[in-house]
């Protein structure tokens, strides 16, 4: 009876909607939440055992599953919890996938099935309300130490502004929402909760690091930007559907790392820096949590004359590591080493894909601007 038991659970995972997990859409499941209904990873059936309040998890493949139980997954399923949690989720929301960080994945399912934020729509006031205030620990850009600092989101002005003191009357910066990016670096700020903000000013990418010591409260923020973003771009962009804006709203980086590099004239040594792969930007750091990128570098399409390849010009020297990339741009050329060959190998992908993307009109400009720096 148990095996047939168990083997009814196995069949449900057929369903076309059970092929995945509920929660962060990786291929697979083999857990379940029995109180809910639905197939989950392993990774998220951890993040459902700590609100056992809302969800108790069993494996698929080896735990005992009694009738009942059975019976409940059978007339539930992914679907049908999908239909139910996820009813009003807004088009801005982010929706974790595998490879995100675990704040990100743990705060979702939090809000679908323990706050159910997407039932009640009320319950989005935090991120959806158009303004937001609050205090969050911000790296401080020469020292180090994170400093509580007081941040302000307002649609109507288009910027996140922050202030040094409670009582300043003048924000210490002023980011627009135009060209603002947030994504989680939990391993590079040192903290679960870390958040990279990028902003343009003066034309050059500024790095902000913050946090906030509550999970839900971050994500809020990261969630209110990405509102902000949305609400931006409706307006810049009349005729888009949400789908079409929806990958704009914010973007994790292609790749980050330490590679070796040497200047325009290639005859100085090659020094180590940390590059940050944004999209067409390829910036460079002396150290990964800089406030400011020490040079960028434009990586356009095949069509404008970019080509990457592997190695090094025939009379290279000086650099320590031996795996080389040179990207061919129409002005020059830029030499890059890397420590191991799949290192190199990452590097070359990244850079490839944004070569064999077609140029829009809107980076023409940012190519014209990247001629004529100094």
Not at 8 to 22: H, I, S
Not at 194 to 208: A, E, M
Not at 315 to 337: C, E, M, N, Y
Not at 341 to 362: G, H, I, N, T, Y
């Amino acid at each position: 009876m148990a095996k047939e038991r168990r083997r009814a659970v196995l069949e449900l995972l057929q369903r076309p909607g059970n092929a995945r997990c509920a929660d962060c859409g990786a291929p697979d499941p083999d857990w379940a939440s029995y109180t809910l209904g639905v197939f989950i990873c392993l990774s998220c059936s951890g993040i459902h055992r700590n609100i056992p309040q809302v969800s108790k998890v069993k494996s698929v493949r080896l735990d005992a599953w009694d009738e009942a139980q059975v019976e409940f997954m059978a007339s539930h399923g992914n679907d049908a919890a999908r239909a139910r949690f996820e009813s009003k989720v807004p088009s801005f929301y982010y929706r974790p996938t595998p490879s995100d960080c675990q704040l990100l994945r743990e705060q979702w399912i939090r809000a679908k099935y323990e706050r159910q934020e997407f039932i009640y729509p009320e319950k989005q006031e935090p991120y959806s309300a158009g303004y937001r205030e609050g205090f969050l620990w911000k790296r401080g850009r020469d020292n180090g130490q994170f400093l509580s600092r007081k941040f302000v989101l307002t649609e109507r002005e288009g910027a996140l502004k922050y202030f040094n003191r409670n009582d300043a009357k003048e924000p210490k910066a002023v980011m627009k929402i135009e060209h603002l990016n947030a994504t989680f670096q939990p391993a590079k700020i040192g903290h679960p909760h870390g958040l990279q903000v990028t902003y343009l000013k003066d034309n050059s990418t500024r790095n902000i690091f913050i946090y906030h010591e509550d999970g839900k409260e971050i994500v809020d923020w990261f969630n209110a930007l990405r509102a902000a973003r949305f609400h931006y771009l409706q307006v810049a962009f009349p005729g888009a559907s949400d789908a079409d804006l929806v990958p704009k709203l914010s973007r994790n980086y292609l790749k980050e790392g330490y590679m070796e590099k040497t200047g325009p004239k290639q005859t100085e040594g090659f020094r180590k820096r940390w590059f940050t792969m944004d999209d067409r930007r390829l910036m460079y750091f002396k150290d990964p949590l800089d406030a400011f990128a020490r040079g960028e570098v434009f990586i356009g399409s095949k069509e404008s004359g970019y080509t990457v390849l592997h190695g090094f010009p025939p009379s290279t020297q000086g650099h320590h590591w031996p795996h080389g990339i040179t990207i061919v741009t129409p002005d020059r050329k830029f030499l890059f080493a890397c420590e191991t060959e799949s290192d190199q190998r990452e590097w070359v992908a990244a850079f490839q894909k944004a070569v064999d993307r077609p140029m829009l009109p809107q980076e023409y400009a940012v190519e014209a601007h990247f001629k004529h720096k100094p």
